[in-house]
């Protein structure tokens, strides 16, 4: 066979160093008589060297490539970390004040509180004054039969106690309760919107913290009269809050009633979606508000409640 044949076989081999002595001086023997073949060892070396410097080329730039990915990726992390810490300060500023501003209500001496509530009768309507430690509820219905306002029961309690007295405006009644196990606290409690959760804090870090997640801010919104409110989201539940004040003014729930074709009992006339209005009065309550009046025209019941 060729000698320059044979070593042409043998280069690789030769120059990644890997022939065993026999081959290697075989090939070293040759070379020095042969310009041509110790040409083509130069070559073969010199494009092996250019591919190394590529792939080291190559495999820096993969090397950056992953670097500038991995930024790339913990960018997106920080900015979405921020974006979700900025949403809950803002739900959190909002909710808290809320709910802080409820609890110095709930605290004043003086301040008088309305809850008109849509219903499929009519507006009813649930009155609190209160005026240091005296209260007086009343409720009563504007009623769409007769677009009139019907006073059906006024009730006189005080803070920290668990008597009342309880007016039948209708049966021209006076009950005098006594409740066992419960004491009046706040008049507010079941009358002010909260949120679906109880809004006294009692200094609770925790449900503080928590408070954005009990509902979800959802923008800003402006009445007839442009005064812009907060609106915030809850459950089924749309509140909307003073931006100045955090009063509530109104909540937005789910459909509430539904009323029927005479003589078809699933096809609906018409359906509304409950909504209540909110009107809160500061240092507006006097002696006379909170005072029981003359009863001597009613009939008088004790009653003792174990619940």
């Not at 900015?79 to 409820?102: R, V």
């Not at 509530?117 to 009343?138: A, L, Q």
């Not at 809050?241 to 509530?248: A, G, L, N, S, Y």
Request: charged fraction near 30%; hydrophobic fraction near 30%; proline fraction near 3%.
């Amino acid at each position: 066979m060729n000698k320059c044949k044979i070593v042409e076989d043998l280069i690789p081999g030769y120059c990644d160093n890997i022939l065993n002595d026999e081959s290697k001086n075989f090939v070293e023997e040759h070379i020095r008589d042969c310009k041509k073949c110790s040409s083509k060892i130069e070559e073969y070396k010199k494009i092996e060297t250019e591919e190394n410097i590529n792939t080291e080329q190559i495999n820096y730039f993969k090397k950056i490539n992953r670097k500038n990915n991995i930024k790339v990726v913990l960018g997106i992390v920080i900015i979405i970390l921020i974006a979700m810490l900025g949403n809950y300060l803002y739900n959190f500023t909002i909710m808290y004040n809320y709910k802080k501003n409820y609890e110095q209500i709930s605290n004043a001496d003086n301040y008088y509180f309305e809850r008109r509530e849509n219903t499929n009768y009519g507006v009813s309507i649930i009155k609190v004054w209160k005026k240091g430690d005296k209260v007086k509820t009343e409720e009563g219905i504007y009623e769409n039969t007769d677009d009139n306002y019907h006073l059906y029961k006024t009730k006189y309690e005080t803070i920290g106690s668990n008597e009342s007295v309880e007016i039948d405006e209708n049966e021209k009644k006076v009950t005098y309760v006594t409740n066992k196990r419960i004491t009046l606290n706040n008049p507010l409690d079941g009358v002010y919107p909260n949120l679906g959760v109880p809004l006294d804090m009692n200094g609770n870090i925790l449900f503080q913290l928590g408070t954005p997640f009990y509902g979800k801010v959802e923008g800003t919104s402006r009445n007839g009269s442009n005064r812009e409110y907060y609106i915030i989201r809850y459950g089924e539940t749309t509140l909307y809050v003073h931006k100045d004040t955090f009063i509530p003014w109104k909540t937005m729930g789910e459909t509430r009633g539904k009323s029927f074709y005479p003589n078809s009992n699933d096809v609906v006339k018409s359906e509304f979606i409950g909504t209540n209005y909110y009107i809160y009065n500061a240092n507006t309550v006097t002696d006379e508000d909170v005072s029981i009046p003359n009863l001597d025209e009613y009939e008088k019941v004790d009653e003792e409640m174990e619940f």
